[in-house]
């Protein structure tokens, strides 16, 4: 049945960023639509993000391509180049490689829901938070340095 | 700038099937988001469907994983099980490889608009059109023997 059963799929949250940089997050929680289908090119997640919470840190994929499409409410996409409101019926769409930080800020006062779609390179993505100390690839979170962060 | 300004994209119609595939499909629009800001990996097309159409013969493909989510009125999936009205809030899937010939109609009396996502694998990608006597590959359109439509 290729038709996605929403309300079954269960309902996902948490945070995988080391402290500090979690807490903004925390509150985010999303259905994984594309792995209910045993998709494997690409994942798409519903996500809900309560007032106050980013949906991210500010960050870039080298290998992987991103795309939005906002389904209710507004957040707020704070780039390189400043900020703009996207609402329900917008989209944005992050080409892999770009070094420009983006991420979703909700400052409404009402839960924004949208549909966020990312190829998948696991093998080969990293990823960049230009506001903080903070670099992934496959092996995790790390300090620009080099030093792990420890789980917490 | 990562959001994509919709109203000034392109408005694409038109049917690469040959005649006499293609008729039924003859009306649908779309444009293409994912195009619009440089993504490879997957394309992202926003639909619009008129009544009585088809949005493709029914097909399956070997290298591409695709999903749909609905975002105005209503089509019918129709796959090997039997078919699945989607409404607006709904979504489907399918996984490349898997041999369900599927396709989307829209036998309401409104416009039907909904996003589609497809990954991008052009050099090995096949589509097999299970109720018709065609295939597609990276060389175009074929019968089951072999022999290539002519363009028209």
Redesign the interface.
């Known amino acids: 049945?290729?038709?996605?059963d929403?309300e079954t799929l269960e309902t996902r949250s948490g945070c995988s960023y080391p402290h500090p940089f979690k807490e903004v997050c925390l509150g985010a929680t999303w259905r994984k639509?594309?792995d209910?289908?045993?998709?494997?090119?690409?994942g798409?997640n519903l996500v809900r993000l309560p007032p106050g919470k980013w949906a991210s840190q500010r960050h870039w994929h080298t290998h992987?391509?991103e795309?939005v499409?906002v389904l209710e409410g507004e957040v707020v996409?704070v780039?390189d180049?400043g900020e703009?409101v996207?609402r329900a019926?917008?989209?944005?769409?992050?080409?892999?490689g770009v070094p420009?930080g983006?991420h979703l800020q909700n400052r409404s006062g009402a839960d924004a829901v949208y549909?966020e779609?990312g190829?998948r390179?696991p093998d080969t993505d990293a990823c960049d938070y230009p506001d903080i100390d903070m670099v992934a690839g496959p092996d995790g979170y790390r300090h620009r340095d080099g030093r792990p962060y420890p789980e917490d």
Chains 1, 2 share one sequence.
């Open positions: 049945m290729p038709r996605i929403i639509l594309g209910a289908a045993g998709l494997t090119d690409f798409v992987e391509d795309f499409w996409l780039e180049g703009t996207l019926g917008d989209c944005a769409a992050w080409k892999a420009d983006h549909l779609v190829s390179r």
